[in-house]
């Protein structure tokens, strides 16, 4: 059984198909919604474990700093404001300077986003770490629901320096500026917190890019019950891989990779101007990747009109058997 398929038989039916009208989104997006005294409350948990989400030995800083970009990204898929967060951590032995460096890590990474820690748990087992994330909805939520016929589709930043990095993980000794930097984006995702709240009233559907590109804007498209067709040659593949791999695996992982945390959405071609304002003002690129129709499930096509199936069944799945 598959991740997903776990989630929609056990998961999804947990309280029937309805929720009380406090509950805005349940169950499916990146993160739940829930109205709190009048306040829209963005929540939602990811869990790290060691061997699957970072490699033993991995500085316990970066570790620190990681699990709480790559939880706090949920948030910016939202276009939520994060604001409190909860940390539990399960450890085999208390040593303290791995303890003083993660925590380290935690700190700047919640600083910098502006964030609280709140609270947690500790307790003695196998190295992994869960991070709650609670953030208020300032603006309406965007859901991975919502996106409509016509729209064009489009992702934050450059793709495919996470899943380059995998073949990099806990190299040390003099490394080459571009394998420092791929390395760099895999410890320290930028969560896109700013750009998802300004670009709020333009998004119709969002999510963050935790397992592969195509795969994950596979959920825009079931949950919006649209066909989502994608320019293989507009995907943003980063620059900066193409000195590290072929130009083949860079797409792939570009693509189909994971963990880039940036964000894709969907947007009414009207306001293409704005957006691309927004994403210049913040320094950020934005690039519009295809667009949206009737019918449902994923395309990428090329310019020349090659349909390319298999970026969608690369990406990331915790039950899928590895060969
Ligand atoms: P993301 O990649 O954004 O963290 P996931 O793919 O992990 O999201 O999860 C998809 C949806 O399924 C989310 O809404 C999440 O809250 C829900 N979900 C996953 N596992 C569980 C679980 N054990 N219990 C309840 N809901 C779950
Ligand atoms: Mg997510």
């Known amino acids: 059984m598959k991740e997903k398929e776990l989630i929609n038989k056990f998961f999804i039916p947990f309280h029937g198909l309805s929720y009380p009208e406090h509950v805005l989104k349940g169950i499916g997006d990146d993160a739940a919604v829930v109205s709190v005294g009048g306040e829209l409350l963005a929540v939602s948990v990811d869990t790290m474990t060691e061997g699957v989400h970072f490699y033993p030995g991995i500085d316990p800083e970066d570790l620190g700093y990681r699990s709480i970009a790559t939880a706090i990204s949920d948030m910016a898929a939202m276009s939520a404001t994060p604001r409190y967060i909860t940390v539990s951590l399960s450890i085999e032995s208390i040593e303290k300077s791995w303890i003083e460096k993660f925590i380290k890590g935690v700190k700047a990474c919640i600083v910098q986003c502006d964030c609280y820690l709140v609270g947690g748990d500790t307790v003695k087992g196998a190295l992994s770490i869960g991070v709650q994330v609670m ?23 450059f793709l495919g320096a996470a899943k380059t990095a995998l073949s990099f993980l806990g190299r040390r000794g003099e490394l080459s500026p571009d394998i420092k930097y791929v390395l760099q984006k895999y410890h320290r995702p930028s969560p896109r917190i700013d750009l998802s709240r300004k670009l709020n009233k333009y998004m119709n559907s969002a999510i963050d890019i935790s397992d592969g590109l195509v795969s994950d804007i596979g959920h825009i498209a079931s949950q919006s019950k649209k066909k989502i067709n994608l320019i293989k ?50 320094n950020v690129p934005i690039t519009v990747i295809g667009t949206v129709g009737q019918g449902l499930g994923v395309s990428v096509l090329s310019e020349s009109g090659e349909l390319f199936n298999d970026y969608a069944s690369l990406g990331f799945d915790h039950f899928r058997p590895r060969v």
Do not use: H, M, W
């Open 233 to 282: 040659e507009s995907v943003p593949i980063d620059p900066k891989i193409l000195a590290l791999v072929t130009e083949k695996t860079a797409t792939e992982n570009a693509l189909a990779g994971g963990d880039d945390y940036e964000i894709a959405f969907t947007f009414n071609k009207e306001y293409l101007e704005q957006v691309n304002k927004i994403g210049s003002a913040l």
């Open 135 to 157: 953030g208020v909805c300032e603006s309406q939520p965007i859901y991975r629901s919502g996106a409509k016929e016509n729209d064009l589709v489009a992702v934050t930043g």
